[in-house]
Nanobody, 117 residues
Framework: QVQLVESGGGLVQAGGSLRLSCAAS????????VGWFRQAPGKEREFVAA????????YYADSVKGRFTISRDNAKNTVYLQMNSLKPEDTAVYYC??????????WGQGTQVTVSS
């Protein structure tokens, strides 16, 4: 059974940084796309960042480009999301995802990120 467990969320002031982690069990991230999504209260889940295994391409939502960085450590079977220059509008539950394509497959339970102004 595949499980994804996110960690690293919390409360931070605007301008601060957090690093989210997503650890997988039951499956390796190798050969699969990995992504981060988020959902703010009253809003739909939205794409944040992703990395495709097939060609190594990494891409980001315009709202986080230049501030967030997705990376993966295949040896630790962990995916990271480094978030810098955080803004109050980044407040959301952040979810890790892995599958044959971004947005498909398996999801974590989410980790709350709250950015105060």
């Amino acid at each position: 059974q595949v499980q994804l467990v996110e960690s690293g969320g919390g409360l931070v002031q605007a301008g601060g940084s957090l690093r989210l982690s997503c650890a997988a069990s039951g499956r390796t991230f190798r050969s699969y796309a990995v992504g981060w999504f988020r959902q703010a209260p009253g809003k739909e889940r939205e794409f944040v960042a992703a990395n495709r295994w097939s060609d190594g391409v990494t891409y980001y939502a315009d709202s986080v480009k230049g501030r967030f960085t997705i990376s993966r450590d295949n040896a630790k079977n962990t995916v990271y999301l480094q978030m810098n220059s955080l803004k109050p509008e980044d407040t959301a539950v952040y979810y890790c995802n892995t599958g044959a394509r971004v947005g498909e497959g398996y999801w974590g339970q989410g980790t709350q990120v709250t950015v105060s102004s």
